[in-house]
């Protein structure tokens, strides 16, 4: 009798024992693999980051567009605006010169005076080209950051560059607007001081271009720094990079 509660004392252990490991693994998760999960996850940060940049991307050319736009529509209106200057001051100048009696003074005073807008004029294109291509460069340079900030370099030099570069574009663009409106009246008081007015109007365009010009240098040399500033960063040259040819001025 006693054997046999004995045996079935023995056989139920031994049935809870096998159980309770039974059952403690089917309630227990498997973990997945630690270097899966973590490889997954970088995966992940990788091609949000991706994302992010293209977005990024995208928006700094809408802007450059945008930009691009509002500045072609400012110099319109300041052209227009120097056009209606211009014939309202060759007509005062026709004007003044009624009082000289030498017609062939006449005639090169009025000459010089026309030389003199288109002399400002054909500058004033040249700048603004320059700024264009400037500008297409500076489209190079962010579209370089964000492939370099999207691999997880740091960037963050060359963005403060870029914002400088950008301010000075922008100031040279209020320059060469404003420049695009300035005439330069001759003074026509007698034939004695003609030409030396003449000489004085000359002066004030060039010491007035040379201004414009130096905004225009100014935005360039801030440009380059740009890119050394992204030629500098470790391993920038690993992702897919584009030349970055500065136009001469």
Avoid: C, W
């Avoid at 991307?57 to 200057?85: I, V």
């Amino acid at each position: 009798m006693r054997k046999n509660i004995l045996l079935k004392i023995i056989v139920g252990a031994a049935s809870l024992s096998i159980a309770v490991p039974v059952f403690a693994q089917e309630s227990a998760p498997v973990p997945p693999p630690i270097k899966a999960t973590i490889r997954q996850e970088v995966q992940n940060t990788r091609q949000e980051m991706r994302t992010n940049a293209e977005e990024k991307r995208t928006g700094l050319k809408a802007a450059a567009d945008q930009k691009r736009e509002e500045f072609k529509q400012k110099l319109d209106d300041s052209k227009k605006e120097a056009r209606t200057r211009i014939d309202a001051k060759k007509q005062e100048l026709k004007d003044r010169l009624a009082k000289i009696k030498d017609e062939k003074k006449r005639a090169a005073v009025e000459r010089i005076d026309g030389r003199l807008d288109a002399l400002n004029a054909k500058r004033l294109a040249h700048f603004s080209e320059v700024l264009e291509k400037l500008s297409a460069v500076m489209e190079k340079i962010n579209a370089r950051v964000e492939k370099a900030a999207a691999k997880g370099l740091d960037v963050s030099a060359v963005r403060t560059a870029l914002a400088a570069a950008d301010a000075a574009i922008a100031i040279s663009k209020v320059a060469i607007a404003n420049q695009t409106v300035k005439t330069y009246a001759i003074a026509v008081t007698d034939e004695a001081t003609l030409r030396q007015n003449v000489g004085a109007a000359r002066q004030a365009l060039q010491a007035d271009l040379k201004a414009v010009e130096q905004t225009v240098k100014d935005a360039r040399e801030a440009v380059r720094k740009a890119a050394t500033t992204l030629a500098g960063v470790p391993r920038v040259n690993e992702a897919d990079t584009q030349p970055t040819t500065q136009p001469t001025i």
